[in-house]
């Protein structure tokens, strides 16, 4: 198998009522910055970085995370995740993770942007012990071509598995091919440009939780959908469709808000950078 462009591991556990690095290793175009804590619930925030700018044609990425019982820890980006003309072999990212019980991880990444005639495919495969909770976060936005003409990327596929206690719970495939999808018109996105994508999994979604985060969100706001349901696990998945980044943005973070205040009764810290 050809060689990892880029690869990061990380490793948390809980130690003074705090979570720390046990282990940290990253090596080529993945980096991770030092640990921010916002506040004093003693959850870090950390900051995957790519120095390299973007992901080029054949880029092969490989992400690891893993919680301890009762680590509490966010993940987030540096920047959006670029990718630019990949003419010959896509670009790749595969992401594992694994939550030990009474862990909890936030995954909240800038959005995936798809400049012209790129292809991209992402794989996340996630395994939670029961009692384990993970508020997961995606979004997709079409990137700049000469032309000024929206969707010129070639395929962005994103595929995400999440197990329970070893058994497969949420499986989401979402995948955009332009030229053979009416992305830009009724069918598909219906005349959208933007899709974000929520899944929080935890004892703590249930029905209550998602009139919660309905009445949070409703009525829509201009230029925005918002569609929620319930799991076949505990948990809730969100999709949006809206026409600016900042829409999507201004949704996940309502909605994480609300159920970082129903888990551990705390407002979370503003991730983005700008």
């Known amino acids: 198998m050809k060689d990892w462009t880029g690869i990061l591991r990380l490793e948390a556990e809980e130690r003074d009522s705090r979570t720390v690095a046990r282990n940290v290793y990253f090596q080529g175009a993945f ?80 959005p995936l942007i798809g400049y012209e005639h790129a292809r991209y495919d992402q794989k996340t495969v996630i395994r939670m012990e029961k009692g384990a909770s993970l508020l997961y976060c995606d979004s997709v936005t079409p990137g700049w071509s000469p032309e000024g003409t929206l969707f010129s990327y070639d395929t962005l596929r994103l595929r995400t598995e999440i197990y329970m206690d070893g058994e497969l719970a949420v499986y989401d495939h979402i995948k955009l091919q332009p030229a053979g999808q009416l992305v830009n018109g009724l069918g598909f ?65 309502e909605c994480h808000h609300l159920v970082s205040r129903r888990l551990f009764g705390r407002n979370p810290s503003f991730l983005r950078k700008y």
């Open 189 to 253: 996105l219906e005349g959208y440009t933007h899709l974000g994508s929520m899944l929080f999994i935890g004892e703590e979604a249930d029905a209550g939780l998602l009139d919660e985060l309905y009445s949070a969100v409703h009525p829509e706001p201009d230029g925005v959908r918002i569609g929620m349901s319930l799991l076949n696990v505990p948990g809730l998945a969100v999709r949006i469709l809206a026409h600016s980044t900042q829409a999507v943005e201004r949704i996940q973070a």
């Open 31 to 110: 980096k991770v910055m030092r640990p921010i804590y916002h506040d004093d619930s003693g959850q870090p925030c950390y900051y995957l970085l790519n120095p390299g700018g973007g992901y080029l044609d054949g880029d092969r990425y490989h992400l690891g995370i893993s919680l301890l019982e009762n680590a509490r820890l966010t993940l987030t980006t540096q920047s959006a995740t670029k990718i630019y003309k990949t003419p010959n072999t896509p670009a790749y990212q595969e992401t594992e993770i694994s939550l030990k019980k009474g862990s909890y991880l936030e995954y909240i990444p800038d």
